[in-house]
């Protein structure tokens, strides 16, 4: 296997997940979580203090550790900042800022959720609706809800395990892919399992879902989704684009999946999800993301219920069809809610592609939100560095409630 699909398949990978023992977010509990947006995007002033310097140790040794060019993050509490902080370097002799734009992958994918989960609290779907009713041409269309795609439970292949997309992938990391063109990898091969009798992460399915709520809205999807939640969350730096473009100041990325080390900066994120839904943003929106997302503060309290558990726990089983490193099992502990990942209480999305990886997450129990993100250096590990520092931080600042396994 390339060093580049193995990275896709790692990234494609459920991080284990525990439902939060209370529910504490919903649209009126969430405002006790609302985290005002500070004016400009800066690391914490003066030196750094008890827990503060806590999390800013935890980071400089992980950065040495794991052989990291950049770290930045940014943790809050009851809405309060405890720690913004940026180490190490954009480029050479370019230091990172906590201002500095980055891409956030599969973020975009729980603000997918939030939308559709706002539609049926409105009435206007419902989420065992069959997709056919927007995407009539799709295969299985009847059979695959907009709750399977949602919870990635519809047995559609992931495109990013085709050899042949991972080949195409490899040889032009700057070319434009279309929606046609990766869902028609997954299609190429059979369903992993009947529609909605398993778990399995698939990014067609996000691919799909975006193309639905369009559909649905009639909206192009990175204005639905500006409209229903950057807009109402504040989040002025967060923001789509059709283009490999990143606003500035940038995170630059290097990556050695292609077997050299080399900038990736710029690679072109269209196969990573829907048009519409490839977002770049900045450390300060993505922990004001993980509160909104973690806490619900865009759903009702069933829709927040929803989200957190979309009826995927007790799936996931391994068969002949759909292998364990693909279908693992989903239980109250350890499982995918709608769009997001539910993790030992924490509601986590963790994207990690092309060099650049992050993570949010929110306990809903403590009030508490850790949003990082890394940039690799020539010998670092090619995992998702930014959650092994979150894991370390969630020990240090939340003792008793572990976010990693």
């Not at 959720?113 to 041409?137: K, M």
């Not at 009030?367 to 020539?378: R, Y």
Request: charged content about 15%; glycine content about 10%.
């Amino acid at each position: 296997m390339s060093r580049i699909r193995t990275a896709l398949v790692c990234a494609a990978g459920l991080v284990a997940a525990t439902l939060p023992a209370t529910g504490t977010g919903t649209g009126a509990a969430a405002a006790a979580g609302r985290e005002p947006l500070p004016a400009a995007c800066v690391s914490s002033p003066g030196p750094a203090t008890g827990q503060a310097r806590q999390i800013l140790d935890i980071a400089r040794r992980a950065r040495k550790d794991l052989g990291l060019n950049a770290v930045v993050l940014r943790v809050t509490r009851d809405g309060k900042e405890i720690v913004t902080g940026a180490l190490g370097e954009s480029m050479t002799g370019v230091p990172a800022t906590a201002g500095m734009h980055f891409r956030s992958g599969s973020v975009a994918i729980a603000y997918m959720g939030d939308v559709l989960l706002q539609l049926v609290d409105a009435h206007e779907v419902g989420l065992d609706d069959p997709v056919s009713r927007w995407l009539p041409d799709l295969p299985h269309g009847d059979a695959i809800t907009l709750r399977m795609l949602a919870a990635s439970t519809s047995g559609l292949h992931d495109y990013v395990t085709d050899p042949e997309f991972v080949a195409a992938l490899e040889a032009a990391p700057f070319r434009q892919w279309t929606p046609e063109q990766l869902v028609g990898f997954s299609l190429a091969h059979p369903l992993w399992y009947e529609p909605g009798t398993n778990w399995s992460y698939s990014h067609a399915n996000f691919v799909l879902l975006g193309s639905a709520l369009e559909k649905i809205t009639g909206t192009p999807l990175d204005r639905l989704l500006q409209e229903r939640v950057m807009g109402p969350l504040g989040l002025r730096d967060t923001r789509g684009s059709s283009t490999p473009e990143i606003t500035t100041p940038v995170l630059h990325a290097f990556t050695s999946e292609r077997g050299r080390y080399e900038e990736s900066t710029y690679w072109n994120p269209s196969w990573t999800t829907a048009p519409g839904a490839v977002q770049t943003t900045h450390i300060c929106d993505m922990a004001r993301s993980a509160v909104a997302i973690g806490s619900g503060e865009l759903l009702s309290p069933a829709g927040y219920r929803t989200s957190l558990d979309p009826g995927t726990v007790g799936l996931g089983k391994a068969t002949a069809q759909c292998p364990a490193a693909v279908c693992r099992a989903m239980t109250p502990g350890h499982h995918f809610g709608l769009g997001l990942i539910v993790q030992n209480g924490w509601v986590v999305q963790n994207p990690s592609f092309s060099g650049y990886a992050a993570i949010q997450a929110y306990l809903p129990s403590e009030h508490l939100a850790i949003a990082v993100s890394t940039t690799v250096g020539p010998k670092g590990a090619q995992d998702n560095t930014a959650q092994t520092i979150a894991y370390r931080i969630a020990g240090a600042v939340a003792p008793g409630h572990p976010l990693g396994p």
